[in-house]
């Protein structure tokens, strides 16, 4: 139950692509392992490992999992387990795309000696396959760049932003057949789509706990075993470090079990009508621009997931979004998502211009932050329904029709959001 204009209203969740809500059966889970003596903890660990195997399809005897504490920290020892591997005179090369969310961008760029190529998109999230295997050619297979070699290719299995799904077995066949390991990113694919590591010959992949159902502070890393390139005890102490939260692996446990039970293609049907319910209402509306594959009949919108990104003509983003927490009880999340380098191509930002915004925000950040360039974004999940996706669209309805001045009438044009947001009425009660 939140506060609104009109009183108290149940909560309106569609930011699930930032964190799922999470359920009684899972609660009722981290209460009981809570009680449990400590000797059965790895006892229950094994049991996840199980599950999570099972789940994603990583038979364990083909895959090492490593408990993490999120995505990030996943990709992090994939990142470090390259810088053990280097030679002296190596220079690796690191392929992602410009869907990438930060966590799959950042780890890369501190590699010693290293170079990252981002892979181009269209404007509805797919990746140029062409490009892709051309560059890893190049490098990899005809030597055109000395002793560069691609080690890595890194993607998002689903775009936090467009909602796209990635052609993993394209990008897997294409990578591999470079010489090259493929990572993929599962953050935000896990919870709505089925994926097959080992029929997707995934090398590397990595996901949270707390996008899936589950608390926050579990994740892990699902590696072919011996890719990892840790010395024994590095190793077992990375495996020990992960598996001290017992109550996060527990929770993340159950919350793929139930998921598994459900069924993953009754999930991602359930979602997508909500979906395609959203997007066809926000076509309709004056004044609103959707992001991503919006043709509802296209053969390629069965490959987009749950997440809809938008933006309205007339309202700041970072208001719009407090309007509709204000008027419907609604969380939603505005801005670039960690995502800035695919929010700048799909707003065609300018590079003066983003480059602009980039010095500002170092030296007033303050002043700058919320007056970024950026959009609206909703996500559903499997605790959401219709009614839900009539709340969105009445209220936004609402927000539309309130008087805007010239002055954020201008900004919302350009995509910025204001330089801050004004508290509402609920805020001043």
């Known amino acids: 139950i939140v506060p609104t204009i009109e009183g108290l209203r149940p909560y309106v969740n569609l930011d699930n692509a930032a964190s799922t809500p999470t359920f009684l059966p899972i609660w009722d889970t981290y209460c009981k392992v809570l009680k449990q003596p400590g000797e059965n903890s790895q006892e229950i660990i094994n049991e996840v490992r199980k599950i999570c195997s099972n789940f994603l399809n990583a038979p364990l005897e083909k895959y090492e999992i490593i408990f993490t504490s999120n995505t990030t920290e996943a990709i992090n020892l994939v990142a470090l387990s390259l810088t053990r591997s280097l030679r002296e005179k190596d220079e690796p090369v690191i392929i992602n795309t410009v869907l990438e969310h930060h966590s799959n961008d950042l780890p890369f760029r501190y590699i010693p000696n290293s170079t990252l190529i981002r892979i181009a998109i269209d404007d509805e999230g797919f990746i140029d396959l062409n490009e892709l295997e051309s560059t890893l050619k190049e490098y990899n297979i005809d030597h055109k760049q000395g002793n560069k070699r691609v080690k890595i290719v890194a993607v998002s299995g689903m775009s936090n932003v467009l909602g796209t799904y990635t052609d993993l077995r394209s990008i897997s066949r294409i990578t591999h057949q470079n010489n090259a390991h493929l990572l993929v990113d599962g953050a935000q694919i896990v919870a709505h789509h089925q994926i097959d590591i080992n029929d997707l010959d995934i090398d590397y992949f990595a996901f949270s706990g707390h996008k899936n159902y589950a608390p926050f502070g579990s994740g892990a890393l699902i590696a ?95 208001i719009a979004a407090k309007e509709l927490a204000e008027y419907g009880g609604i969380g939603i999340r505005s801005g670039c998502f960690c995502a800035h380098i695919l929010i700048q191509q799909i707003l065609k930002i300018q590079k003066i211009r983003s480059l602009g915004a980039q010095m500002t925000s170092i030296i007033i950040p303050e002043k700058t932050r919320m007056l970024l360039p950026g959009l609206l974004r909703v996500s559903f999940g499997i605790e959401n329904d219709k009614t839900d996706v009539e709340t969105l669209l009445k209220t936004i309805e609402t927000v539309m029709k309130k008087p805007r001045s010239q002055i954020n009438k201008l900004l919302a044009q350009t995509y910025n959001g204001t330089f801050s947001v004004p508290k509402t009425k609920t805020e001043e009660k």
């Open 224 to 318: 072919k075993k011996r890719h990892l390139k840790f010395e024994g005890n590095e190793l077992d102490e990375i495996f020990s470090s992960g598996e001290e939260n017992v109550l996060g692996i527990a929770t993340m446990g159950k919350a793929l079990f139930l998921l598994k039970k459900i069924g993953m293609e009754i999930v991602e049907e359930y979602e997508k009508d909500l979906t395609r319910r959203t997007i066809k209402r926000l076509n309709e509306i004056k004044d609103v621009e959707v992001f991503g594959v919006t043709d509802l009949n296209s053969t390629k919108f069965n490959n987009r997931g749950s997440i809809v990104s938008f933006s309205l003509k007339k309202v700041p983003h970072n």
